[in-house]
């Protein structure tokens, strides 16, 4: 039987499975928000195979949550993929995501959570959108991510392209 195109749907999480609903999808978004742009940090960060990060990409694109845009790499003329203002407003997805993850994917196994650093003080925010320490709001461009499993630094996240 096939399978019915919810994307113009009444259900708000149907559209958004058809948007995000597979495992690649996900974790290329992931690694957009986490700055990544080029084709080859995707392939070689998530192991996945050229012709499925391809067509992967290519719905992201279409969706509206990432644009292709050209960059220069030496004399050379290369196309990247920037996450747009639909792409950055997936944060708050991971992030819970993350918490789901943590309490009931594998419980036994201890996972950890990202924490949000206010880059222009380099202080922890439990809040995420306010800093404590500075008693300001948190911008886009001010926000980094600590994950230990995959860097000891605060990973700055990606702003969305103009």
């Known amino acids: 039987m096939p399978s ?3 994307s113009s749907g009444p259900c708000p999480i149907g559209r958004a499975a058809e948007v995000l609903g597979d495992r690649w999808s996900l974790l290329i978004m992931r690694n957009a928000v986490l700055g990544q742009t080029r084709f080859d940090q995707f392939r070689g960060n998530l192991g996945i195979a050229d012709n499925i990060l391809s067509t992967r ?3 992201l694109i279409d969706a509206g949550l990432l644009t292709k845009e050209p960059y220069l790499d030496g ?4 196309q990247h993929y920037v996450i747009t203002p639909a792409g950055v407003a997936l944060r708050p997805v ?3 995501l993350s918490v789901w993850a943590c309490e009931f994917v594998n419980p036994e196994q201890p996972a950890t959570m990202a924490q949000t650093v206010h880059t222009p003080c380099g202080q922890i925010s439990q809040d995420r959108q306010y800093c404590d320490t500075c008693e300001t709001d948190i911008e886009d461009g001010d926000i980094a991510w600590l994950m230990p499993w ?5 990973v700055p996240l990606a702003t969305a392209s103009a």
């Open 57 to 59: 990409l290519g719905r």
């Open 75 to 78: 004399n050379r003329t290369r």
């Open 150 to 154: 995959l860097s000891p630094s605060p």
């Open 4 to 6: 019915k195109d919810m």
């Open 94 to 96: 991971f992030e819970a």
